[in-house]
T-cell receptor, first 113, second 116 residues
């Protein structure tokens, strides 16, 4: 079975540019999560969806960040405009209904110069 | 509020030694779930185990074992006869049953280095 798929794996962009990260969850999973990992702050939950509906976006750092899930098999996390402090590894994860573990994608390493 | 504490930032052992990674948690929920994840140098996060708060039975999987004690709010992870491939950052995590129950609260991680 395919796991969570994220693209791109690496992204280098200049400050001020728009960045779009993509995620395809595991088929049949109802929950999708976006996390950010940095050395300073560790793993932070940014937002999560249940059946394509955003449930909790309290972790989204500011209005420059937005996330969408137009269907059950695709989600995007957009940063516009990007800043150097956004440099981090962004993980997408999915899980099925019930108190199940989350399965993580390989992550996107974002570098904003 | 939920909290997970992994007091050991870094641990270094020699191959074949046993090593225990500590995890202490705080939650007000009576039903909750505990997890361990492994993050090898390649960067992905690999799920290892889930434990429910109502099941305190310890679990063993090969060289891995987990000791869950509600009385001390701990969920420790032991690797027996460690191997170089066990070198990774290990995260303990907690999810509850109230509020944003699906959220995983992660500890800060323990960097384990197994030397040959």
């Amino acid at each position: 079975d395919a796991g969570v798929i994220q693209s791109p794996r690496h992204e280098v962009t200049e400050m001020g540019q728009e960045v779009t990260l993509r995620c395809k969850p595991i088929s049949g999973h109802d929950y999708l999560f976006w996390y950010r990992q940095t050395m300073m702050r560790g793993l932070e939950l940014l937002i999560y969806f249940n059946n394509n509906v955003p449930i909790d976006d309290s972790g989204m750092p500011e209005d420059r960040f937005s996330a969408k899930m137009p269907n059950a098999s695709f989600s995007t996390l957009k940063i516009q405009p990007s800043e150097p402090r956004d440099s981090a590894v962004y993980f997408c994860a999915s899980s099925p209904q019930g108190p199940h573990e989350q399965y993580f994608g390989p992550g996107t390493r974002l570098t904003v110069t | 509020a939920q909290k997970v504490t992994q007091a050991q930032t870094e641990i270094s052992v020699v191959e074949k030694e046993d090593v225990t990674l500590d995890c202490v948690y705080e939650t007000r929920d009576t039903t909750y779930y505990l997890f361990w994840y492994k993050q090898p140098p390649s960067g992905e996060l690999v799920f290892l185990i889930r434990r429910n708060s109502f099941d305190e039975q310890n679990e063993i999987s090969g060289r891995y074992s987990w000791n869950f004690q509600k009385s001390t709010s701990s969920f420790n992870f032991t690797i027996t006869a460690s191997q170089v491939v066990d070198s990774a950052v290990y995260f303990c995590a907690l999810s509850g049953s109230s509020g944003s129950a699906r959220q995983l609260t992660f500890g800060s991680g323990t960097q384990l280095t197994v030397l040959p």
